[in-house]
Structures are given as C-alpha cells and as structure tokens.
C-alpha cells in the first residue's frame, strides 16, 4: 500500500485526483476573491493534464461561445446544473457591477 501512494503529494484542483509531481501539467498562483464567504486570500493550484487541456480550451472561446453554452443549458432544461445566483431579486447585470462605494466585495 505504500509504494502505491507514495510521491502523491499533490491533488488536481477541478477534478481532485491525487498526482505525482511530474503529472501536473498547470499551475495557478494567485489572489483569489470568494463573494459568497466575504473574503479574499491567495491560493495556489494544480491541474491534471486532463483539466488543465480543458480549462485552456475554455479560455482561448470568447463569451459569445459562454452565451451560446448558457442558452443551450437554459433549453436542455438544466440536465447539467446552471449556475446559481445568490441574488435572484437582482438583475443578472447587477451582480458583477463594483460597488460604488467600495467597501463590499
Ligand atoms: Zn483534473
């Protein structure tokens, strides 16, 4: 059982399978800010080859990709979960305006 887990240090941060050193195929270092729990903080993660693959994908669409991937979701009728909004009195393009005052998060 030891030579089995041993070296398997490190976790992929989207899917959670646990990695040798020479599997981790990205990384991400840096600030984070977390709305729901109020607060901000750095954070530092590993991706599997897998994940990574698709996280890279995901960022080279542009939003009119994201759009399409929401409506198709919308009309699937959430077989896949759609993100939740914690402010459902709030107006979709409310929720990511910066506070005019600057003091929330
Ligand atoms: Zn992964």
Redesign the pocket.
Known sequence: MIALTKGLDNK??????ALHKREIDGELDGRYSDYGEHEQGDMHLK??????GRIKEILKRDQGDAILKRKELEREGAKKEIPKLDFPDVAIDDIRTPDPNGVGM
């Open positions: 992929c941060c989207d899917c959670g399978v991706f599997c080859s897998g994940c990574w």
